[in-house]
């Protein structure tokens, strides 16, 4: 099979790291080979994440060529911009959630957050496939911000584009995260199938 | 789920981390000590193992420092017992005192030191090449490029360690160490040894220099054997079919080259060889694959070090052999390889048109539109509390904050020096922030000296007694937020637990301090903005070296405690709040927001953690618990 590729974008603390180790989990269960490349600063939290996974075909090196994903999950609008216009395919998918993360720049008032329109025109030079919406504001329905990255795996999967099931990333989720969080975790990830639709 | 490292189940494919690949190939090779300090992007290496150590039976520890933690390694590989000892580059020199006579009085069990380089300095000061530090010591150096390898090929060092009698470097980048892919995992050996020292080998007893000097001669048949072994290792691969071009990728470098000649389709256009061992240099093996060629690229990360052996092997063998790479400009002089850089020099040397730059504008537009996205420190830092009350009492007793130079230190509260806090002004190495100050201090500039708990405990003390001793006037601030938190969460000897969480006694900074002479030693919480800008006051007046530890538990840390439950909810009171930005421009909690429509600050709850600071800073007291 040819390689498939995901872009993850977001901010330190967000939990994009979870999401893509539970993308990967899922592709060895369906006997795809997988690889991950993870580019974080020195911070805890506040810096920009982004995550590279291939899952199936024999590439060695874990990077993405530019312009080469079929898939963005942004986990926060402008650092989904600044991934999705350098790495997504033309007309690639691209899943965004909207809620903002102000830098320290903004916080500070150095400068404003980016307009939104302008960042989607800008990434809509690349695909016109963007789907936005709340997912922090879903995951807090859900019972807890943390479980935004939940939402966004619900979301890239009721897509129907992994090479895999959704009963595959189902029970990799059952296995791969602690007991007395998989009740949210699964309400997470029903709301973030939905929210795929309500766009 | 307990941790894939730790399967005994041969065969089974698991996604693993590449340092966790590391830890695994330990284990499978036996090792029944691990000594480690933690650093980006080392760490996980030494958190994979303390999580398991308990379970397969084997010593972790989070030591005081990289030259303490391979003393460590040493001493149980002494006594017969494989080990591993991993760290970051720089960690390597502060290493590299215990390592230089290791390497002339030779090992006993297996001893494998890990370096985890960091190419394009993602998280480190320096780009630093750890090959040369293995050439500098006649330490066989080994560069896996993927997780698998990472994994077989520490396995394979600690037998080539045990077998020569040299301790042996793996060394990584950061994409290596930081990558995860589907790894088979191979059979955990149970080696089962008596710990015993060897009487009889006394390679390691006292001996006068004399007596050394011959060890200088036996390290280099050590190495000659080495070289020789790794002309025959079956990972060393070459495909060379007459081809007149040839390109020579050194260990994750590699990977760079394999995939462009796919992407580019010219496999049989060009030969290649994947070299993984840079020191020593196969040179029979590299001699064979250059012999032929007229154009050779050198793909490495960072230093051209394979690239300079080779024009030296090159003289005798194919003096016209035109060799392309970083010394020549073919490849930038510094920084990581990419996907880019290594398909256009590729094309460049078959002729091939150049790739059209197809997103130029759109990324300029983005450039334009974008912020960087500055790191700062997390909502509720305690360090943020620390450097807020600091500031007012350094205003408030030197008079303006240019009258005292602020050097800092390795860590989280490194981050001192980004707006709006903006308060620190150098920082170097582990520990240095209070040897620099007492320098500085007398020669008559004033001085803070900004450490962290666990960078005081890693190096601080020496030079704090080294303050004491000589009479210095400076002052300490240690941020101690109870944790090493930019690494992690590792322990510390001040946390009472160890690294695979055995309960011991606290060694705690203000007895250290007491111990080593400091007449003025207090401890604060920051989160009492008042309490703490007091008690900085009375450490800026007082004579001699002045420490205040600031101390409160890392907000990551408080949060997670917290779980499920949420922290105290806190909010803007819109009616009380005049629009000052105080909160925003003073203190800068990224849980802060600004509404510019309506003029008023407001609080991202998802973000805030309750700890009350911008509370304490709003001046008229706009921000309170909503329940």
């Given at each position: 099979?040819?390689?498939?590729?995901?872009?993850?974008a977001?901010?330190?603390?967000q939990?994009?790291l979870?999401?893509?180790?539970l993308?990967?989990?899922?592709a060895?269960?369906?006997?795809l080979?997988?690889?991950?490349?993870?580019?974080?600063?020195?911070?805890?939290?506040?810096?920009?994440v982004?995550g590279?996974?291939?899952?199936g075909?024999?590439t060695?090196?874990?990077?993405?060529?530019?312009?080469?994903?079929?898939?963005l999950?942004?986990?926060?609008?402008?650092?989904?911009?600044r991934?999705?216009?350098?790495?997504?395919?033309?007309?690639?998918?691209a899943?965004?959630?909207?809620?903002?993360t102000?830098p320290v720049?903004?916080?500070?008032?150095?400068?404003?957050?980016p307009d939104?329109?302008?960042?989607?025109?800008?990434?809509?030079?690349?695909?016109?496939?963007?789907?936005?919406f709340?997912?922090?504001?879903?995951?807090?329905e859900?019972?807890?911000?943390?479980?935004?990255?939940?939402?966004?795996?619900?979301?890239?999967?009721?897509?129907g584009?992994?090479?895999?099931?959704?009963?595959?990333?189902?029970?990799?989720?059952?296995?791969?995260?602690?007991?007395?969080?998989i009740?949210?975790?699964?309400?997470?990830?029903e709301?973030?199938?939905?929210?795929?639709?309500?766009? | 789920?307990?941790?894939p490292?730790?399967?005994?189940?041969?065969g089974e494919?698991?996604?693993?981390?590449?340092n966790?690949?590391?830890a695994?190939?330990?284990?499978?090779?036996?090792?029944?000590?691990?000594a480690s300090y933690?650093?980006?992007?080392?760490?996980?290496?030494?958190?994979?193992?303390?999580?398991?150590a308990?379970?397969?039976g084997?010593?972790?520890?989070?030591s005081?420092?990289?030259?303490?933690?391979?003393e460590?390694?040493?001493?149980a590989?002494?006594?017969?017992?494989r080990?591993?000892?991993p760290m970051?580059?720089?960690?390597?020199n502060?290493?590299?005192?215990?390592?230089?006579?290791?390497?002339?009085r030779?090992?006993k069990g297996?001893?494998v030191?890990?370096s985890?380089?960091d190419?394009?300095?993602?998280?480190?000061?320096t780009?630093?090449?750890n090959?040369?530090?293995?050439?500098?010591?006649?330490?066989?150096?080994?560069e896996?490029?993927?997780?698998?390898?990472?994994k077989?090929l520490?396995?394979?060092?600690?037998?080539?360690?045990?077998?020569v009698?040299?301790?042996?470097l793996?060394?990584t980048?950061?994409r290596?160490?930081?990558?995860?892919s589907?790894?088979?995992l191979?059979?955990?050996e149970?080696?089962?040894?008596?710990?015993?020292?060897?009487?009889?080998g006394?390679?390691y007893?006292?001996?006068?220099f004399?007596?050394?000097?011959?060890?200088?001669?036996?390290?280099?048949?050590?190495?000659?054997?080495?070289?020789?072994?790794?002309e025959?290792?079956?990972?060393?691969l070459?495909?060379?079919?007459g081809?007149?071009?040839?390109?020579?990728?050194?260990?994750?470098?590699?990977?760079?080259?394999?995939d462009a000649?796919?992407?580019?389709?010219?496999?049989d256009k060009?030969?290649?060889m994947?070299?993984?061992?840079?020191?020593p240099?196969?040179q029979?093996?590299v001699?064979?694959?250059?012999?032929?060629?007229?154009?050779?690229?050198?793909?490495?990360?960072?230093?051209?070090?394979?690239?300079?052996?080779?024009k030296a092997?090159?003289k005798d063998?194919?003096?016209d052999?035109?060799?392309?790479?970083?010394?020549?400009?073919?490849?930038?002089?510094?920084?990581?390889?990419?996907h880019?850089?290594?398909?256009?020099?590729i094309?460049?040397?078959?002729?091939?048109p150049?790739?059209?730059?197809?997103?130029?504008?759109?990324?300029?537009e983005k450039?334009?539109?974008?912020f960087?996205?500055m790191?700062?420190m997390?909502?509720g830092?305690?360090?943020?509390?620390?450097?807020?009350?600091?500031?007012?009492?350094?205003?408030?007793?030197?008079g303006?904050l240019?009258n005292?130079?602020?050097?800092?230190?390795i860590?989280?509260?490194g981050?001192a020096?980004a707006p709006?806090m903006?308060?620190?002004?150098?920082?170097?190495?582990?520990?240095?922030s209070?040897?620099?100050?007492?320098g500085?201090q007398?020669?008559?500039?004033?001085?803070?000296?900004?450490?962290?708990?666990g960078t005081?405990?890693?190096?601080g003390?020496?030079?704090?007694?080294?303050?004491v001793?000589?009479?210095?006037?400076?002052?300490?601030?240690?941020?101690?937020?109870?944790?090493?938190a930019?690494t992690g969460?590792?322990?510390?000897?001040q946390?009472?637990v160890?690294?695979?969480?055995d309960?011991?006694?606290?060694i705690?900074?203000?007895?250290i301090?007491?111990?080593s002479g400091?007449?003025?030693?207090?401890?604060?919480?920051?989160?009492?903005?008042?309490?703490?800008?007091?008690?900085?006051?009375?450490?800026?007046?007082?004579?001699?070296?002045?420490?205040?530890i600031?101390?409160?538990?890392?907000?990551?840390?408080?949060?997670?405690?917290?779980?499920?439950?949420?922290?105290p909810?806190y909010?803007?009171?819109?009616?009380?709040?005049?629009g000052c930005k105080?909160?925003?421009n003073?203190?800068?909690?990224?849980?802060?927001m600004?509404?510019?429509?309506?003029?008023?600050?407001?609080?991202d709850?998802t973000?805030?953690?309750?700890?009350?600071?911008c509370?304490?800073?709003?001046?008229?007291?706009?921000?309170?618990r909503?329940?």
């Amino acid at each position: 099979m040819d390689t498939f590729k995901i872009v993850v974008a977001g901010v330190g603390g967000q939990g994009t790291l979870l999401a893509s180790r539970l993308l990967a989990e899922a592709a060895i269960k369906a006997g795809l080979h997988v690889k991950i490349g993870e580019t974080y600063g020195m911070a805890q939290r506040g810096g920009p994440v982004m995550g590279h996974i291939q899952i199936g075909g024999e590439t060695n090196n874990p990077q993405i060529r530019k312009g080469e994903a079929d898939v963005l999950i942004g986990f926060e609008p402008a650092e989904a911009v600044r991934r999705g216009v350098t790495y997504l395919k033309k007309d690639g998918l691209a899943l965004i959630n909207t809620r903002k993360t102000a830098p320290v720049e903004v916080v500070s008032g150095m400068m404003p957050y980016p307009d939104m329109n302008k960042l989607f025109a800008l990434l809509g030079k690349v695909t016109k496939n963007i789907h936005t919406f709340d997912a922090t504001g879903i995951a807090e329905e859900a019972g807890d911000p943390i479980t935004t990255n939940i939402v966004m795996l619900g979301s890239i999967t009721e897509s129907g584009l992994l090479p895999y099931s959704e009963e595959t990333v189902v029970n990799t989720m059952k296995e791969g995260l602690k007991p007395q969080f998989i009740e949210m975790n699964m309400k997470a990830f029903e709301l973030g199938k939905k929210a795929y639709h309500s766009l | 789920m307990s941790h894939p490292v730790a399967l005994d189940r041969p065969g089974e494919r698991v996604v693993l981390m590449g340092n966790e690949a590391i830890a695994r190939g330990a284990i499978e090779g036996g090792i029944t000590l691990a000594a480690s300090y933690p650093g980006t992007p080392s760490s996980e290496i030494g958190n994979t193992l303390a999580r398991v150590a308990k379970k397969l039976g084997f010593h972790f520890e989070w030591s005081a420092n990289e030259k303490v933690a391979l003393e460590v390694a040493y001493g149980a590989s002494m006594v017969n017992q494989r080990v591993i000892c991993p760290m970051k580059h720089v960690g390597v020199n502060v290493a590299l005192d215990i390592l230089n006579p290791i390497t002339l009085r030779g090992v006993k069990g297996g001893l494998v030191v890990v370096s985890t380089d960091d190419p394009s300095q993602h998280s480190s000061r320096t780009e630093q090449d750890n090959r040369w530090m293995g050439k500098l010591n006649d330490v066989p150096i080994i560069e896996p490029s993927s997780p698998q390898e990472a994994k077989d090929l520490t396995k394979y060092a600690l037998g080539l360690s045990e077998h020569v009698k040299l301790p042996v470097l793996i060394r990584t980048v950061t994409r290596l160490s930081h990558m995860r892919s589907d790894v088979e995992l191979g059979e955990i050996e149970d080696l089962g040894r008596k710990p015993e020292f060897d009487w009889e080998g006394f390679s390691y007893r006292v001996a006068g220099f004399e007596k050394l000097f011959r060890r200088h001669k036996e390290r280099h048949e050590k190495i000659d054997a080495v070289e020789a072994e790794f002309e025959k290792v079956p990972f060393n691969l070459v495909k060379n079919n007459g081809e007149k071009k040839g390109i020579i990728g050194v260990g994750f470098s590699f990977t760079y080259v394999k995939d462009a000649l796919e992407a580019l389709d010219v496999e049989d256009k060009v030969a290649w060889m994947k070299l993984l061992t840079p020191h020593p240099l196969p040179q029979k093996k590299v001699g064979e694959f250059i012999k032929g060629l007229d154009t050779l690229l050198v793909a490495e990360e960072v230093d051209p070090y394979v690239e300079l052996h080779i024009k030296a092997l090159a003289k005798d063998i194919n003096p016209d052999l035109k060799i392309l790479g970083r010394l020549d400009g073919t490849l930038p002089r510094e920084g990581e390889l990419s996907h880019e850089l290594i398909d256009e020099k590729i094309s460049d040397i078959l002729g091939l048109p150049k790739k059209p730059q197809e997103r130029a504008e759109i990324e300029a537009e983005k450039d334009e539109l974008l912020f960087d996205r500055m790191l700062t420190m997390c909502a509720g830092c305690p360090h943020r509390s620390s450097l807020y009350a600091l500031k007012q009492a350094v205003k408030a007793v030197k008079g303006d904050l240019m009258n005292v130079v602020v050097n800092g230190d390795i860590g989280c509260y490194g981050l001192a020096h980004a707006p709006p806090m903006a308060f620190e002004d150098t920082y170097f190495a582990m520990g240095a922030s209070i040897g620099v100050s007492q320098g500085m201090q007398q020669m008559g500039v004033d001085t803070i000296a900004w450490i962290g708990d666990g960078t005081f405990l890693h190096a601080g003390i020496p030079a704090l007694q080294n303050a004491v001793h000589n009479g210095a006037n400076i002052k300490i601030v240690v941020a101690d937020n109870a944790a090493v938190a930019m690494t992690g969460f590792q322990t510390n000897p001040q946390m009472g637990v160890t690294a695979t969480g055995d309960k011991v006694d606290p060694i705690m900074i203000e007895d250290i301090a007491k111990a080593s002479g400091v007449k003025h030693v207090e401890v604060v919480d920051p989160y009492d903005l008042d309490a703490a800008e007091a008690a900085f006051k009375r450490m800026l007046e007082a004579e001699g070296v002045a420490m205040v530890i600031s101390r409160r538990e890392c907000a990551m840390v408080a949060v997670r405690k917290m779980r499920p439950e949420r922290p105290p909810v806190y909010a803007v009171d819109p009616e009380k709040c005049i629009g000052c930005k105080q909160c925003l421009n003073n203190y800068g909690c990224p849980a802060l927001m600004w509404n510019e429509d309506e003029r008023k600050a407001s609080i991202d709850t998802t973000l805030c953690m309750g700890c009350d600071s911008c509370a304490q800073v709003c001046p008229v007291g706009a921000i309170g618990r909503r329940d």
